[in-house]
């Protein structure tokens, strides 16, 4: 597969001010040097604590923030520099469904220009608005009839799957979808998974699939990144992620996913110590503080991703060398 998106060396600080002049005081490095593609067609993954920056890196590809540096391709075309009329035709093919479809949608809106509201402003004639929104509703299993309503008449589900018409409302070629079913509940959850899945396969599309929710995560991605404090950490298709993951962090991370069988013997593994503060990383790996398996170098030296398989990345001393040795080595 060709890659639809790029992202190389990507950054992303927010300034962190105070006082009455609001004076800069440091920054806050949300997302800090994160390279990687998302493969035309594919469902790429992204999991990580709250804080890590997967959210707003979902903002720097919406162009909703701009990147402090590094570069984000479609094609030939680097999207940070974009403006005007090709930033309007940028965001034709990207768009985006947000975790809670009740705030991102107009209370006082019918639905129907909820849906259609992007075409109006394109200046479709409103018979024309309503022949489409009338298509994208039964495309997300909906009756024609709800374009009337209001979004508090609806359920959550129904809400989320009404957000996921207004994103295909201009057809696009790339859906950020940003917790899409952490509000629902399991039925609801299940009914939209399988509408997004359906969805990608009929109309040709790429997801990036932001969530906390690694099971779910496992369930709809072609490859999943881990994120931690900012940097990117473990890159690798699903299941190899999920059967031989290399990094501490996601070795720790999927250990947290409860386990459904009473007997299992599965080793519980606890992280100790704090998160670090991204306004003042470490000079070394940010995950030292919380390693179980971590060596002098660690402490001195940033890792960086390395290939320990073919296509399977991580940014870790010791998982990333050669023989994969993970001897608990004190820092003293």
């Known amino acids: 597969m060709a890659a639809l998106l790029r992202l190389d060396h990507v950054k992303k600080y927010f ?38 920056g997967k959210t707003t890196i979902g903002k720097l590809l919406l162009k ?13 075309s680097d999207v940070t520099r974009l403006k005007g009329s090709d930033l309007d035709g940028y965001r034709s093919h990207i768009q985006a469904v947000f975790q809670n479809p009740y705030a991102s949608l107009d209370p006082r ?39 009337s309503r209001f979004p508090h008449e609806m359920s959550a589900g129904q809400r989320q799957q009404i957000a996921i018409a207004r994103a295909l409302s201009v057809n696009p070629r790339f859906i950020v979808l940003d917790e899409p079913t952490s ?10 998974l399988n509408l997004i899945a359906r ?4 109309l ?17 991605s072609n490859r999943v990144g881990v994120m931690y404090c900012g940097k990117l950490v473990e890159l690798a298709e699903s299941k190899t992620l999920y059967t031989a993951a290399k990094h501490p962090y996601t070795r720790a991370l999927l250990a947290s996913v409860p ?38 170098m660690c402490q001195r030296s940033e890792p960086v991703m390395k290939e320990v398989s073919p296509g399977h990345t991580v940014a870790c001393h010791l998982s990333a060398s050669a023989d994969d040795t993970r001897q608990r080595i004190s820092p003293d």
């Not at 540096?69 to 094609?75: C, F, N, Q, V």
């Not at 509000?183 to 939209?192: C, E, K, P, Y």
């Not at 969805?199 to 009929?202: D, K, R, S």
């Open 64 to 76: 909703l923030h701009e990147a402090t540096s590094g570069s984000i391709l479609m094609g030939e």
């Open 183 to 192: 509000l629902l509940d399991v039925s609801a959850q299940s009914s939209i």
């Open 259 to 296: 386990d459904n069988d009473p007997e299992s013997t599965r080793e519980e593994v606890v992280l100790e110590g704090d998160v670090i503060s991204p306004i003042d990383p470490p000079e070394g790996c940010r995950f030292y503080g919380r390693c179980d398996s971590k060596a002098d």
């Open 204 to 220: 040709s599309l790429t997801y990036l699939f932001i969530s906390h929710n690694l099971q779910v995560v496992r369930f709809v």
């Open 109 to 147: 809106m019918r639905i129907w220009r909820s849906i259609g509201e992007p075409l109006i402003n394109s200046g479709w004639p409103k018979r024309r608005v309503l022949e489409r929104v009338r298509d994208l509703l039964d495309l997300v299993g909906l009756p024609a009839n709800c374009g």
């Open 15 to 52: 300034p962190v001010s105070s006082g009455i002049m609001r004076k800069s005081l440091a920054l806050l490095k949300a997302v800090d040097d994160v390279s990687f593609t998302i493969e035309e067609g594919e469902t790429f993954g992204l999991v990580g604590e709250s804080g890590c």
């Open 199 to 202: 969805l990608q396969t009929g």
